[in-house]
């Protein structure tokens, strides 16, 4: 019995210290799997901005230069998870390799979706991030266009506004403008 119990100590310590490797390689893959990500999100980046990557979808694309995400064998959930990763990389080029190393220590397996969720509070903070600076931005241009919009009623323009549902009378041409269109003055007895 004790023999038995020694071979079944052995062989669970050894399956232990199996998952264990498991994890840590499953670990160093998820790493390099973010570099990659880091890699493909600049070099997409940096192709839209030499206007080699096709940007949007285009009715056209000159002179045959550009090439599309599907040409590329890539889609465009790829490239914005790739750029997730990289934004997450430029705030903390530490962050993943930490939530790994704290995935291991608590002996959980090192998954896709496991470090996608402890990157989602950082994903988040960046994400508002981003979207306060553009709403700086754009109240900015907003403060700006008023002081502009303010300067204007004290200059004149040759401009005459009119209501659409009101008929006007040209004077030179004879020519009534209004809802039914353009008519001559003579259609209604005038003229």
Same mark, same amino acid.
């Given at each position: 019995?004790?023999?038995?119990?020694?071979?079944?100590?052995?062989?669970?310590?050894?399956?232990?210290?199996? =998952?264990?490797?498991?994890?840590?390689?499953?670990?160093?893959?998820?790493?390099?799997?973010?570099?990659?990500?880091?890699?493909?999100?600049?070099?997409?980046?940096?192709?839209?901005?030499?206007?080699?990557?096709?940007?949007?979808?285009?009715?056209?694309?000159?002179?045959?230069?550009?090439?599309?995400?599907?040409?590329?064998?890539?889609?465009? !959930?790829?490239?914005?998870?790739?750029?997730? =990763?990289?934004? &997450?990389?430029?705030?903390?080029?530490?962050?993943?390799?930490? &939530?790994?190393?704290?995935?291991?220590?608590?002996?959980?397996?090192?998954?896709?979706?496991?470090?996608?969720?402890?990157?989602? *509070? &950082?994903?988040?903070?960046?994400?508002?991030?981003?979207?306060?600076? !553009?709403?700086?931005?754009?109240?900015?241009?907003?403060?700006?266009?008023?002081?502009?919009?303010?300067?204007?009623?004290?200059?004149?323009?040759?401009?005459?506004?009119?209501? *659409?549902?009101?008929?006007?009378?040209?004077?030179?041409?004879? =020519?009534?403008?209004?809802?039914?269109?353009?008519?001559?003055?003579?259609?209604?007895?005038?003229?």
């Amino acid at each position: 019995m004790a023999k038995i119990k020694a071979r079944l100590q052995k062989a669970s310590k050894a399956h232990k210290s199996l =998952i264990a490797d498991t994890h840590r390689a499953q670990a160093d893959l998820l790493q390099l799997e973010a570099e990659s990500n880091r890699r493909l999100a600049d070099e997409y980046d940096a192709a839209q901005a030499n206007g080699e990557a096709s940007k949007g979808r285009p009715k056209s694309l000159p002179n045959g230069n550009t090439f599309t995400l599907a040409e590329a064998g890539i889609t465009a !959930k790829d490239i914005f998870l790739a750029r997730q =990763i990289r934004d &997450v990389l430029a705030a903390d080029s530490n962050v993943i390799e930490t &939530v790994l190393t704290a995935m291991l220590e608590k002996g959980d397996e090192p998954t896709r979706n496991a470090l996608k969720k402890q990157l989602a *509070p &950082v994903i988040k903070r960046l994400r508002d991030e981003t979207t306060a600076g !553009k709403k700086s931005r754009r109240n900015d241009r907003e403060r700006d266009l008023a002081k502009r919009q303010r300067a204007l009623p004290k200059k004149r323009y040759g401009l005459i506004c009119a209501d *659409p549902g009101v008929e006007i009378q040209t004077l030179f041409s004879g =020519i009534r403008h209004g809802p039914g269109g353009r008519q001559s003055l003579s259609d209604h007895g005038h003229g």
